[in-house]
């Protein structure tokens, strides 16, 4: 068979069902392949930035997935580089597979030849540009290994057309995917990690994406309620344990954390890391005030992790499952013997801040201000509900005042933040579960970047409802620059002299996201949000694609955060919850 058709064979025994991606004359060969062996579908996308996104949010939605984006030579690959960034900020693996010049001809600055394999080395595992036919098998069959061993990551294979074009000696029959290595904890580890918390009085545990990469939020739910430690979850980590649960103690960092979050946080004097990285918008970068006063254990599958940001007092290097399973273990001897203390005053108290140090949600304003939107948010969509998002103050506020209640029902590209990323992300996460509902938080800019991927959502028939905070303006841009005294080429708004009723806001999103094939609904007064929230849900499941409910928000609103990027000096800029009706959706009901 041809070395292409192997590499479909690979792909099929590797468990990939689904594939995203934009044919070219450099991967036509593969793409033949593709059709002519079948098993892997594919979904055809606007944008090949757009497919290594779908692929993103593909592996994302769905323990085991592993997405696959495709092009051709050229800048084909150069504009996949943003995903694959993407996926190895975030521990997320990845397959890029790209077509390229023939072997003889890399040399020679042929038409659209790039060195993609030494481009996209810096943001990947692996990347490879397969100069012998006969080694199309071993190259995919490492990618998958590398891909799923130790810290998940990308991968980017480059394949020059002759190569795809060569027959070799293949046999799918007897193939198998290669072992994958996992660094464990030994029990000796796990025993004085935990020798920490036998010392402490107000423990936390610090739960990171490495848990849901692990498949392990049942077993970090067990360990806290063992030994009734709190936890908070970071934000790739979002979903480890429900909101509502009494040991969930909320957010910490410098945006996208919650006021009691940060005060339970500064109030502990040990703090478990568990699959987590110390990510500068979680600690901030005065690391005294993270860190001064408690004592810190860090547990993480990739050994160079542990002492990256600041020395722990003690770092464990192993996949979050291996840990947890050992710490639960240890921990029920502890407490077979009476040895294990009783935190549930301190958790306590963790919870009484969860119910009194609120942000306030409710309010009437025309223009919309953005937290009534997510308080519709809280009402229209329920536990079930999978968010996707990527930066911005949308995302930001989202983290504030939304809720997660399982793993993978926050799909959000936490440290590369690129615009653009939510459709494609949302069009892979509701292909990879179509079972779950999908709702996408976008801000205008975000929208405005890859706003052509709708259409491949209206092609494929991809329903879900994308929610989008429009104020015409570069929000978090605008905040940051506040602290330098400029407000400059961050408006974005402008008369439409085609749209004239919806005055400086500029774009017509409504019309644009119709001309690409989907329902779109525009909200004006807050009043309205709710039932355009549920018409958005009925339309959807309709006509079998994406409805955008547009909020028309007030221009400025700064979002809650810290000036100085210090988690212990976050800034209020708007009004506080002070009595219940202030936030009717909070995950507890204020105490005042």
């Given at each position: 068979m041809t070395a292409a058709a192997a590499a479909v064979e690979i792909l099929k025994r590797e468990g990939v069902t689904q594939a995203f991606g934009v044919p070219g004359a450099a991967i036509n060969p593969f793409y033949r392949e593709l059709k002519n062996v079948g098993g892997v579908g594919h979904t055809l996308a606007r944008h090949v930035e757009g497919a290594s996104h779908m692929?993103?949010?593909?592996?994302?939605?769905?323990?085991?997935?592993?997405?696959?984006?495709?092009g051709t030579s050229g800048p084909a690959g150069t504009d996949m580089i943003t995903g694959l960034y993407s996926a190895i900020a975030d521990s997320i693996p990845i397959l890029c597979i790209t077509g390229q010049a023939p072997v003889s001809k890399l040399h020679k600055e042929d038409f659209q030849a790039v060195d993609i394999a030494s481009i996209?080395?810096?943001?990947?595992?692996?990347?490879?540009t397969v100069l012998e036919a006969a080694q199309v098998p071993g190259v995919f069959q490492q990618a998958f290994h590398l891909m799923r061993s130790g810290r998940p990551g990308p991968v980017l294979i480059d394949l020059p057309i002759d190569v795809q074009l060569t027959e070799i000696e293949f046999d799918p029959e007897t193939y198998e995917p290669l072992p994958v290595y996992k660094p464990q904890a030994t029990r000796a580890q796990a025993a004085k990690a935990l020798s920490f918390l036998l010392e402490s009085e107000r423990p936390l545990i610090v739960a990171g994406g490495g848990i849901i990469n692990a498949d392990a939020t049942d077993l970090l739910?067990?360990?806290?309620?063992?030994?009734g430690i709190p936890v908070i979850s970071t934000l790739m980590g979002w979903g480890t344990i429900p909101d509502d649960h009494e040991l969930a103690a909320g957010m910490v960092g410098v945006q996208t954390a919650h006021r009691y979050g940060n005060a339970t946080f500064l109030e502990s004097d040990f703090v478990?890391?568990?699959?987590?990285?110390?990510?500068?918008?979680?600690?901030?970068?005065?690391?005294?005030?993270?860190?001064?006063?408690?004592?810190?254990?860090?547990?993480?599958?990739?050994p160079t992790q542990l002492g990256k940001i600041f020395a722990p007092d003690y770092g464990i290097a192993s996949d979050a499952k291996a840990a947890l399973e050992l710490f639960i273990e240890i921990a029920k001897e502890l407490k077979a013997e009476g040895k294990l203390p009783d935190f549930s005053a301190w958790a306590a108290?963790?919870?009484?801040?969860?119910?009194?140090?609120?942000?306030?949600?409710?309010?009437?304003?025309?223009?919309?201000?953005?937290?009534?939107?997510?308080?519709?948010?809280?009402?229209?969509?329920?536990?079930?509900?999978?968010y996707v998002t990527t930066i911005g103050l949308s995302q930001i506020a989202a983290a504030q005042f939304l809720h997660v209640y399982k793993p993978r029902h926050w799909i959000n590209c936490g440290q590369a933040g690129p615009l653009g990323w939510t459709i494609p992300a949302a069009i892979g996460a509701a292909t990879a579960d179509p079972e779950t509902p999908v709702v996408a938080?976008?801000?205008?800019?975000?929208?405005?970047?890859?706003?052509?991927?709708?259409?491949?959502?209206?092609?494929?028939?991809?329903?879900?409802?994308?929610?989008?905070?429009?104020?015409?303006?570069?929000?978090?841009i605008r905040q940051a620059q506040g602290g330098l005294g400029i407000n400059f080429e961050v408006n974005l708004e402008f008369e439409n002299i085609n749209t004239p009723e919806i005055g400086v806001y500029g774009v017509d999103h409504v019309k644009v996201a119709e001309g690409l094939g989907v329902k779109a609904i525009r909200v004006t007064d807050p009043d309205k949000l709710g039932e355009a929230l549920e018409e958005a849900k009925k339309l959807a499941v309709e006509h079998q694609v994406p409805v955008v409910v547009e909020a028309?928000?007030?221009?400025?609103?700064?979002?809650?955060?810290?000036?100085?990027?210090?988690?212990?000096?976050?800034?209020?800029?708007?009004?506080?919850?002070?009595?219940?009706?202030?936030?009717p959706t909070a995950i507890k009901a204020l105490q005042v």
């Open positions: 692929a993103e949010g593909y592996t994302r939605a769905k323990a085991g997935n592993i997405g696959v984006c495709i996209a080395k810096p943001v990947t595992k692996a990347a490879t739910v067990e360990f806290a309620e063992l030994t478990l890391g568990i699959g987590n990285r110390w990510a500068n918008r979680h600690t901030g970068y005065n690391l005294e005030a993270y860190t001064k006063g408690r004592k810190f254990v860090h547990v993480d599958i990739e108290s963790a919870q009484e801040r969860k119910a009194t140090l609120q942000r306030r949600t409710n309010f009437d304003n025309i223009p919309i201000k953005p937290q009534r939107v997510y308080e519709e948010m809280n009402k229209a969509f329920g536990p079930e509900t999978r938080l976008s801000g205008d800019y975000d929208f405005q970047f890859m706003i052509e991927e709708l259409a491949v959502a209206a092609q494929h028939k991809v329903p879900y409802v994308h929610v989008l905070v429009n104020n015409a303006y570069l929000g978090l028309i928000l007030e221009r400025i609103t700064n979002i809650a955060m810290s000036k100085t990027v210090d988690m212990s000096d976050v800034t209020e800029f708007e009004e506080l919850a002070t009595e219940p009706g202030h936030a």
